[in-house]
């Protein structure tokens, strides 16, 4: 028995690889297919199943497009309807696979056909629990993300509850935990930063474990919930219904685009998207260009600010253009027109207009600070760590709705922890008339060491 977990930092997402004697099974691919294909034909193994867990939010999976180029089984638990050629399983079916099985385990609560799979090994035992989105380290899936449900985010935590009382806490304390997600992914409201556990680690210290309520379950489960990213929804349909392969989407969307072409696109009603870091986008970049850069959370930060049904144009270091389409791919973001060939060097040498973004270090933010006005970009539970008197806090995905109470004449300084999102909440106060806003480089982990005092945050 061989089990591999193909860990994705973008976007939390761990997929699996399980194999047995020649056989193997995928759950929860990411939409490009090459990483699987590879690793079964250098183990000298057959793909003969794809397992999802769930109609999956954040991410567009890669079982369609597998399933067709190694006639593999696609299999979705208990009430799952697709637009594809799949196999709806019912609870507590068995798959074999070599000498081991996946027995499915039917757990709505995050969603309605929400899944898990007990892999049982070669001398019967259960070995390990491949839960989906429905059990992390530390947390469970958020039960607001169902797609054309009736049902209210109570009435699914109600069934989550059941479906961790039932089929979860009932088996051994060494069985092994391979959740979907790890820390950052927003299926979850906290999840920790480990990839996996096991059974028994998690009865004692994840939170929706202990024994309660259903009442009360229900309420430490929805409490909190902030409004899902804008494309969750997009992607839950698209895993359910189907979608374009990936390798015409890359051949269609990695496109060089001239300065000229470049320039003449920009004055239409696209979307243009600096890929670059911070620092790169600071010292130059094209007129309304939104930063957000490929080193962190891209595709869900593009997924949480940008509209997807408007086109989108690239800038990007060369030799990441196909890294920028693809991991927007991964998201359901497949609407791009092409790339800035030869980047913002090309640009300049063109002699068009550079646009430079004001910044500041941490040092020289220190000073007269009382009398700035400043913006808190980071999230809610970030806040609670420590804030600066009198910063305005909206966090990043909620920037856009808070836009009409910010004043366009006013001088902004901008922070979130570490200078990541603040470039971006910069670039999109800026692209939407906002003239006066500074960066302060570095965010609260540098303000800190400049000696400026943090208070706790008051919630009116």
Known sequence: ????????GCLAEAAYYIESNGEAAIIDPLRETAPYIELAAKRNAKIKYVFETHFHADFVSGHVDLAKKTGALIVFGPTAET?????????????????IRLKVLHTPGHTMESSCYLLINESGKEHALFSGDTLFVGDVGRPDLAIKSNLTREDLAALLYKSLNEKIKVLADDVILYPAHGAGSACGKNIGKETFSTIGIQKKMNYALQVMSEQDFVK????????????????????????????????????????EEFDAMSKLDVLILDTRTPGEYESGTIE????????????????ALLDAKKPLILITNEG???????????????????????GVAAWKQAEKKIEITSSI???????????????????????????????????LGNLENQMPTLNKNEHYYVHCAGGYRSMMAVS?????????ITNVRGGIAKISEAFVPLVQPVFL
């Not at 929804?233 to 015409?248: S, T």
């Not at 309304?288 to 997924?303: K, S």
Request: proline fraction near 3%; aromatic fraction near 10%.
């Open 428 to 436: 999109l106060l800026k692209k939407n008339g906002f003239k006066n």
């Open 320 to 342: 990441k253009e196909t890294e920028a389409v693809l991991r927007l791919a991964r998201i359901g973001y497949e609407n791009v027109k092409g790339f800035l060939k030869g």
């Open 1 to 8: 028995m061989y089990i591999e977990q193909i860990y994705t």
């Open 83 to 99: 637009g594809f050629e799949s196999l709806t399983a019912h609870d507590d079916e068995e798959f074999k696979i070599g000498d």
């Open 220 to 259: 430490s489960v929805t409490e909190g919930l902030t409004a899902p990213p804008k494309y969750f929804f997009m992607d839950a349909v698209l895993n359910k219904q189907g979608y374009e392969n990936i390798d015409d989407v890359l051949t269609k969307n990695t496109k060089a685009l001239s300065v």
């Open 361 to 395: 270090n941490a040092d020289e933010f220190a000073q007269s600070i009382d009398t700035k006005k400043i913006i808190d970009v980071r999230n809610p539970g970030e806040w609670n760590n420590g804030v600066i008197e009198n910063a305005q806090l909206i966090a």
């Open 288 to 303: 309304n260009a939104i930063n957000i850069g490929l080193d962190g959370q891209y595709a869900p930060w593009v997924g």
